[in-house]
């Protein structure tokens, strides 16, 4: 593919992001991202913006402040499109960030369980060797591949040194056709990696919806949260709201959740906005976990939604 074949490819690419981010002093959140442009969600109305307003995006990237040149491309009811004026963007950064990585991880007395997104490779090697840092020997791990779509040679040497310091085995699970022939190499006597496929019954992606009378006459749609909230979701999640009358309240039970991904909050953005377009109340959420709920303030979420 030539370089310019490749440019326009990926100048395509929107990911979901959810990113805190200020321009010139209005607070919103980025919906979704492009190599050029983000979506930004504003707290309050953006008609005030004229379209052309060049200004500084303010955002956080790995634990700095950064500021990025931007102008106003398109104003709308919910937010701005804004496009970089810089030779060098940041964007690209936030893509990676949003794209690829340990998405999940939790660890059991004698299992861990992680869940990787994008393209496993050394790019995410400190992320990778973080899950099995302090770790005895002998434990087994069970890496979730559904959101994996390229396994590069030296993701091939992370595995390989894995199973090599560890007794316990190693499981790959769900992984793609394709992902599964760049993991061939591995299917040979003597390497202790296997492959599961469980994807017939996906308890983890979830949702409970139940619809009651609220006391204004109004439906109040109460949708309890998969335990893994993430992109796996973003279409269920979305039938489930826009299949509801315009004028229905939406309560978000997390009380099962115990992750909750990037993609998920550009997944929440899009309530707000249908929402908002609808001019009704903001949803409430509740029973969050402790660390759930700090997810969702550090997000600054409290802008759009009653987290109670």
């Not at 790019?123 to 990778?128: G, K, N, P, S, V």
């Not at 040497?157 to 199973?163: Q, R």
């Not at 039938?239 to 315009?246: A, F, G, L, T």
Request: aromatic residues 8%; proline residues 2%; neutral net charge.
């Amino acid at each position: 593919m030539s370089d310019t074949a490749s440019f326009n490819r990926r100048s395509k690419e929107r990911v979901f992001c959810g990113l805190p981010m200020e321009f010139e002093g209005h607070p919103g959140n980025a919906l979704d991202i492009n190599e050029h442009a983000v979506f930004l969600v504003l707290s309050l109305t953006s008609h005030s913006i004229p379209v052309g307003k060049k200004g500084i995006l303010t955002l956080e990237l790995n634990g700095q402040k950064v500021e990025e040149k931007v102008k106003v491309a398109r104003v709308t009811d919910a937010g701005l499109s804004i496009v970089s004026v810089e030779e060098t963007s940041i964007f690209p950064q936030l893509i990676d960030q949003s794209r690829s990585g340990l998405k999940h991880i939790h660890h059991t007395e004698r299992e861990t369980i992680a869940h990787f997104r994008g393209k496993f490779s050394a790019d995410i090697w400190t992320e990778f060797y973080s899950m099995q840092e302090g770790k005895a020997s002998g434990r087994l791990y069970r890496l979730d591949f559904t959101n994996v779509v390229h396994v590069a040679s030296s993701g091939i040497a992370m595995l390989l040194l894995l199973e090599a310091e560890n007794d316990g085995g190693i499981v790959l699970c769900n992984c793609k056709k394709e992902v599964m022939k760049e993991l061939s190499q591995l299917q040979v006597p003597g390497i202790d990696i296997s492959f599961f496929h469980d994807r017939v019954v996906d308890t983890d992606h979830q949702f409970v919806v139940t619809v009651e009378k609220g006391h204004t006459g109004q439906d109040v749609v109460t949708v309890r949260i998969a335990r893994m909230f993430d992109y796996n979701c973003r279409n269920d999640f979305a039938n489930i709201y826009r299949s509801r009358s315009k004028k229905s309240i939406f309560v978000l039970d997390f009380q099962d959740t115990y992750h909750v991904g990037k993609a998920a909050f550009g997944t929440l953005l899009l309530l707000n906005q249908h929402i908002r377009g609808q001019h009704g109340e903001p949803a409430r959420i509740i029973n969050c976990s402790s660390s759930v709920r700090q997810k969702l303030l550090d997000m600054k979420f409290d802008r759009y939604f009653t987290i109670e």
